[in-house]
């Protein structure tokens, strides 16, 4: 399985935006970018996810580069209820599409 | 309301026990996961299954079991064979669409103690 790389932690304030950046080299042509959430003591939150193009849903952004080695998730505007644990996965398509988590980003909100 | 259902929240077991961890979902999804995660920790596969009567391993299923009899339901067994069981617990579920597997539902986690 493909691997991603993340900052172990950063940190925004409330109403800022927040770029969550994560590198993925070894990314292959069928697999699509998964981020997830995970607030302490519950089960992580689907985000968003993305192939090629750039995605945009009601909680964040996704910013692919054009390689594909690297994408961004975009909080527009920070809120305290945004701090959680960040996972960047790859996940394979057309296949049983395992998701394989690392340690993620964890993101501290400052009021 | 949709949604993946785990339980119980918390529970104890004693050495030597089995114990039976219990995850429901009536999104009418194909596939189940079940994950472990330790403090500080990402999530680890333990077993998954895509479709009824069939699952596979994961990367640490060594000491625990599980079955799929229905489509939506995947309860894991955590037996005395686990030599470190305490952990969390989390079940997933996800669907097949043309792209593969969309995303996927985590359920709100079991937290089991050996005692």
Redesign the interface.
Same mark, same amino acid.
């Given at each position: 399985d493909a691997k991603t790389t993340q900052p172990n932690s950063m940190e925004s304030n409330e109403e800022e935006p927040v770029h969550l950046p994560c590198n993925h080299s070894t990314i292959s042509g069928?697999d699509?970018i998964?981020w997830?959430r995970q607030l302490p003591?519950?089960?992580?939150?689907?985000v968003i996810?993305g192939?090629t193009s750039n995605v945009n849903n009601r909680m964040a952004s996704l910013a692919i580069a054009e390689d594909r080695k690297s994408s961004t998730l975009i909080l527009h505007r920070a809120t305290l209820r945004d701090a959680a644990v960040y996972?960047c996965i790859l996940?394979?398509?057309?296949?049983?599409?395992?998701?394989?988590?690392?340690?993620?980003t964890k993101l501290s909100v400052k009021p | 309301d949709g949604g993946i259902t785990?339980s119980p929240k918390y529970l104890f077991r004693k050495e030597g026990q089995n114990v039976t961890l219990s995850c429901e979902q009536n999104l009418n999804h194909d596939?189940m %996961?079940w994950?472990r995660q330790d403090p500080? @920790?990402?999530?680890?596969?333990i077993y %998954?299954s895509?479709i009824v009567n069939d699952f @596979?391993k994961?990367d640490i299923a060594e000491g625990y079991s599980v079955s799929r009899e229905k489509k939506e339901s995947f309860p894991l067994t955590v037996t005395s064979a686990q030599k470190n069981p305490t952990a969390?617990y989390?079940c997933?579920s996800?669907i097949w669409s043309a792209?593969?597997?969309?995303?996927?539902?985590?359920?709100?986690?079991t937290?089991l103690t050996v005692v």
């Open positions: 069928t699509y998964h997830y003591s519950q089960g992580p939150e689907y996810h192939l996972y996940r394979v398509g057309g296949s049983q599409g395992n998701l394989i988590f690392g340690k993620g | 785990q596939a %996961y994950y500080g @920790q990402g999530l680890r596969l %998954y895509q @596979q994961g969390f989390l997933a996800s792209g593969g597997y969309t995303e996927a539902f985590f359920g709100q986690g937290r």
